[in-house]
């Protein structure tokens, strides 16, 4: 992809400037006096990025902002601001802008955003395409990963798949077993039909013959009409068997009985019902140790364990960690109808840092919760530092006050504390505080500060 940045300013001395930052980077650079000239050049699926001053005579930054985000939401657009500009910000970011910038500029922080803000666009624009290509293809739904181990385990799928043998699921819960099992079936002859998975530890034992292999009217009391079970209902396809270590014995004979003679049985009928279905197993517990116990059957564990898969734990790909995590911040951001969130080098460091004893399915839930409240679980986040705790006990004994006062007394403390620190840097603060740039300009302009009061000088 090229990478191509359009500047936009009635300041032409600017914009000579600029020419001169960005020529010795890999940026394609153009600049515009005229912004509608610039909005005449782009076109639907544009890959670069405009950074746009607000102030301009013809028209202001918010009227290109929003004819870019008619023309295609997904561009990328960085506002120029003068210092201070909080309403502006808040305007601009609000509107959808990706980012902004405080005049004079940074070199090292427009480099780097405008890195970003096409890494995004590129993201954005390579979802799409995936989308479309799923919804038009009857092809296998890919799952994501690009470390050593999930290529060869999709290379290892795509064989398994070609068989209707039965296959053991070996892997840790969260793992995505559901997921890989769905890719195998994509991936075989049976994508055309059904494929169902139970989880055989949440259905009641006195549910799960009825539930699995159907019934016929009057078969128990309430049973007023026939029902077809699971197998039936898949006939042709492929049923995914999670946890089919909780499988009671009597249901075990039953699966047994299948596999070996591709017959079910409805309960309240001695009609033997031919079907063709490919079963895929998952068990939490080591079936082998259950087999030992003689808590599973070993007829039925050798039946089950034709094609055994190892599924790796997520610590044991950190590589594909960042790859997930931003997957379903794309996601969730959509779901939500948030703006498009990218994490931090931060925020990824603390994920590879983490041990992930949840899998995959911890990863997404910590990512859903990041996109709806702006920070990460409790104990994915580094303990509080002492000067963190010295102020914490400062206001959490302000007599009489409510504890909303209190926690805004706290906030309004710290964010000053930082912009000290930071000698009125609103961007190292937002990086220090590990909070989003828009949730930060929110409390500034509930707690009037202002950024330009802590500049040294």
């Given at each position: 992809?090229?990478?191509?940045?359009?500047f936009?300013?009635?300041?032409?001395?600017f914009?000579?400037?600029?020419?001169?930052?960005?020529?010795?980077?890999?940026?394609k650079?153009?600049?515009?006096?005229d912004p509608?000239?610039?909005?005449?050049?782009?076109?639907?699926?544009?890959?670069?990025?405009?950074?746009?001053?607000?102030n301009?005579p013809?028209?202001?930054?918010?009227?290109?902002?929003?004819?870019l985000?008619q023309?295609?939401?997904?561009?990328?657009?960085?506002v120029?601001?003068?210092?201070?500009?909080?309403?502006?910000?808040?305007k601009?970011?609000?509107a959808?802008?990706?980012?902004?910038?405080?005049?004079?500029?940074?070199?090292e922080?427009?480099?780097?955003?405008?890195?970003?803000a096409l890494?995004?666009?590129?993201?954005?624009?390579?979802?799409?395409?995936?989308?479309q290509?799923i919804?038009?293809?009857?092809?296998?739904?890919?799952?994501?990963?690009?470390?050593?181990?999930?290529?060869?385990?999709?290379?290892t799928l795509?064989?398994?798949?070609?068989s209707?043998a039965?296959?053991?699921?070996?892997?840790?819960?969260?793992?995505?077993?559901?997921?890989?099992?769905?890719?195998?079936?994509q991936c075989?002859?049976?994508?055309?039909?059904?494929?169902?998975a139970?989880?055989?530890g949440?259905?009641?034992?006195?549910?799960?013959?009825s539930?699995?292999?159907?019934?016929?009217v009057g078969?128990?009391?309430?049973?007023?009409?026939?029902?077809?079970?699971?197998?039936e209902?898949?006939?042709?396809?492929?049923?995914?068997l999670?946890?089919?270590?909780?499988?009671?014995?009597?249901?075990?004979?039953?699966?047994?009985?299948?596999?070996?003679?591709?017959?079910?049985?409805k309960?309240?009928s001695?009609?033997?019902?031919?079907?063709?279905?490919r079963?895929?197993a998952?068990?939490?517990?080591p079936?082998?140790?259950?087999v030992?116990?003689g808590?599973?059957?070993e007829?039925?564990?050798?039946?089950?364990n034709?094609?055994?898969?190892?599924?790796?734990?997520?610590?044991?790909?950190?590589?594909?960690?960042?790859?997930?995590?931003?997957?379903?911040?794309?996601?969730?951001?959509?779901?939500?109808?948030?703006d498009?969130?990218?994490a931090?080098?931060?925020?990824?460091?603390?994920?590879?840092?983490?041990n992930?004893p949840?899998?995959?399915?911890e990863l997404?839930?910590v990512?859903?919760?990041?996109?709806?409240?702006?920070?990460l679980?409790e104990?994915?986040?580094?303990p509080?530092?002492?000067?963190?705790?010295?102020v914490?006990?400062?206001?959490?004994?302000?007599?009489?006050?409510?504890?909303?006062?209190?926690?805004?007394?706290?906030?309004?403390h710290?964010i000053?504390?930082?912009?000290k620190?930071?000698?009125?840097?609103?961007v190292?603060?937002?990086?220090s505080l590990?909070?989003?740039r828009?949730?930060?300009?929110?409390?500034?302009?509930?707690?009037?500060?202002?950024?330009?009061?802590?500049k040294?000088?």
């Amino acid at each position: 992809m090229s990478k191509e940045i359009y500047f936009v300013d009635d300041d032409k001395n600017f914009l000579h400037a600029m020419k001169l930052i960005m020529r010795k980077t890999s940026f394609k650079t153009k600049t515009f006096s005229d912004p509608l000239e610039m909005l005449s050049e782009i076109e639907i699926g544009w890959q670069g990025v405009v950074v746009t001053d607000i102030n301009m005579p013809l028209i202001d930054g918010f009227e290109v902002l929003s004819r870019l985000k008619q023309l295609d939401e997904g561009i990328p657009v960085i506002v120029l601001t003068g210092n201070g500009e909080v309403e502006n910000v808040l305007k601009a970011l609000r509107a959808g802008a990706y980012d902004f910038l405080e005049k004079p500029l940074s070199k090292e922080y427009l480099i780097t955003s405008a890195n970003r803000a096409l890494e995004r666009r590129q993201l954005t624009i390579e979802n799409k395409t995936l989308r479309q290509k799923i919804n038009k293809s009857s092809g296998p739904k890919e799952f994501i990963g690009q470390s050593a181990s999930m290529i060869r385990l999709k290379d290892t799928l795509k064989t398994v798949a070609l068989s209707d043998a039965s296959v053991m699921l070996i892997g840790e819960t969260g793992a995505g077993k559901e997921v890989i099992s769905n890719y195998i079936h994509q991936c075989s002859d049976r994508t055309s039909k059904k494929f169902t998975a139970i989880n055989c530890g949440a259905i009641p034992e006195n549910l799960m013959d009825s539930e699995l292999f159907g019934h016929e009217v009057g078969a128990f009391t309430g049973a007023t009409s026939a029902r077809k079970g699971k197998f039936e209902e898949c006939n042709g396809g492929t049923l995914f068997l999670d946890e089919v270590n909780s499988m009671p014995m009597s249901m075990q004979v039953k699966l047994l009985r299948f596999l070996e003679e591709r017959v079910i049985e409805k309960v309240g009928s001695n009609k033997l019902i031919p079907l063709d279905v490919r079963i895929i197993a998952a068990s939490q517990a080591p079936l082998k140790e259950l087999v030992e116990k003689g808590d599973f059957r070993e007829d039925l564990y050798y039946r089950l364990n034709v094609i055994p898969v190892k599924i790796p734990a997520l610590r044991e790909r950190p590589d594909d960690i960042p790859l997930l995590f931003n997957h379903f911040l794309f996601q969730f951001c959509t779901q939500y109808k948030r703006d498009l969130s990218e994490a931090s080098p931060q925020i990824i460091s603390k994920l590879i840092a983490y041990n992930w004893p949840g899998n995959v399915r911890e990863l997404r839930n910590v990512a859903e919760r990041y996109v709806i409240t702006g920070t990460l679980a409790e104990n994915l986040n580094e303990p509080n530092n002492p000067q963190a705790t010295q102020v914490d006990s400062q206001f959490s004994s302000s007599d009489g006050l409510p504890i909303g006062d209190r926690v805004g007394q706290f906030e309004k403390h710290l964010i000053e504390e930082e912009l000290k620190k930071q000698n009125g840097s609103v961007v190292n603060t937002c990086a220090s505080l590990g909070t989003p740039r828009k949730t930060l300009y929110d409390k500034m302009k509930k707690y009037d500060i202002k950024p330009a009061d802590y500049k040294n000088g």
